[in-house]
């Protein structure tokens, strides 16, 4: 029995991916040591850092749901862009009104785009590399609600984001190693 290769818009949908979450994995976690250094109150370049996350993903949606044309639908990709716009914009007005509100901000933004993200890897199975994706969208969802309940906390601190953003780096850097094979198939 021979193996059949994927075909090329298979194949470089998920080398696209590949390189993509390599790059979302040294992303966050760059981004998770600088805010580490700040997360006890909101300074000027701790509220740059908060918008550029979601800012971030809204960019990575971008190149997805351009490389992903040939594979889906990038309907809920654009909907992941719109949401993580409108969480950056979120964020930039809620980083004024301090902590709880820019907890309340991304952990709203945590919900959604997990689940987006959960959405949109589960008929991406067949790429390989979706499991840590869907597993990460269910996790994000989980922690958006956590968010939104130490929001009210009597010393809500921004760790919690911190903590967000590792295991999401994370999870993208095993679905790159994971997409490897398909990325490969010519």
Known sequence: MSAVAA?????????????????????????????????????????????????????????????????????????????????ACGLAIACASGIPAVLGVWGAWAIVSGLVQLIVAVPRRKLGGQWPMITSGAISALAGASFLASAGADDPALTGAIGYAIPGGIFFLVSALRLGPTAKQS
Not at 45 to 56: H, M, N, Q, S
């Open 7 to 87: 075909p090329s818009g298979t194949a470089g949908t998920a080398s696209v991916l590949r390189r993509l979450y390599f790059v979302r994995f040294a992303f966050a976690i760059v981004w998770a040591l600088v805010m580490f250094t700040m997360a006890s109150e909101i300074t000027p370049v701790a509220a740059v850092l908060l918008v550029l996350y979601p800012l971030f993903d809204v960019g990575a949606a971008v190149v997805d749901a351009r490389s992903s044309r040939t594979t889906g639908s990038p309907v809920l990709l654009y909907v992941n862009m719109a949401v993580s716009l409108a969480a």
